[in-house]
């Protein structure tokens, strides 16, 4: 079974399109979100909406509960919440609920997916964690392979017979050891932050085969940067678009 792993949409609706329109001529089996598909994008209506068409399988991400916890928003620095406001007014009640029903962890298919740090933290990251911190954070659950979000960032973390190894993906296909214990983090759709290129980032995993593709795609740029002026967000979200 193949299946599309999309983290951080961040409400992105015309990089979600390209990438389902990728998965679409790819032929792959499920999709599934690590979260924060709101917050900094224009358009978080249309990607809730898509996501719901799709029944894809999500966890929630620190954004998402920034939208359902007035104490986690508080800490927030002025320009995600100054988006998050704006957020919730692009929201409908339906959305909303959908959005707080998410859960932290989910196991799927035997795989482990979180927005943050395994085992469930929904707002912990995983910035250049040390070896020490990559063995703890492995003994805290069970499954071989784990793909986490947050960072908006392309690494894999690997466990296999007591040593760690860690490097930064590539937009290319890897054969993964179906013996090893892996922590992915695929980039991110919807605000990239992996120095490669700004194209919508996402993962291909094949439980089968244990074969991972990280793949990047073009999307229509222009339009969500009029859209983020047009509806007020704050310039930076712009900017980090077009790095």
């Not at 992996?194 to 291909?204: E, F, G, P, R």
């Amino acid at each position: 079974m193949q299946i599309a792993v999309l983290a951080d949409i961040h409400g992105n609706y015309r990089a979600l399109q390209s990438v389902l329109e990728d998965i679409d001529k790819s032929g792959i089996d499920e999709i599934v979100s690590l979260g924060d598909v709101v917050g900094y994008g224009p358009e978080p209506e249309e990607v809730v909406k898509a996501l719901q068409k799709r029944d894809v399988v999500s966890v929630m991400g620190n954004h998402e509960l920034a939208l359902i916890s007035s104490s986690y928003f508080n800490r927030l620095n002025p320009d995600p919440r100054e988006s998050l406001v704006i957020t919730r007014r692009l929201l409908s009640e339906d959305s909303l609920d959908w959005i707080s029903n998410l859960r932290a962890s989910i196991v799927h298919r035997g795989i482990r997916l979180v927005h943050g740090c395994p085992p469930q933290s929904i707002t912990v990251y995983l910035f250049s964690p040390t070896e020490n911190r990559l063995r703890r954070v492995f003994s805290t659950y069970p499954e071989k392979i784990c793909f986490a979000g947050h960072t908006h960032a392309l690494d894999i973390f690997r466990l296999a017979e007591g040593n760690i190894d860690s490097r930064e993906l590539q937009i290319t296909d890897y054969q993964l050891d179906p013996q090893a214990r892996y922590l992915i983090l695929p980039g991110s759709v919807g605000q990239p932050r992996d120095m490669i290129n700004s194209k919508a980032k996402y993962a291909v995993f094949d439980t089968q085969n244990h074969f991972l593709q990280i793949k990047a795609v073009e999307y229509d740029r222009d339009t969500t940067v009029r859209l983020l002026k047009e509806r007020d967000f704050p310039a930076s979200n712009s900017r980090r678009l077009n790095w």
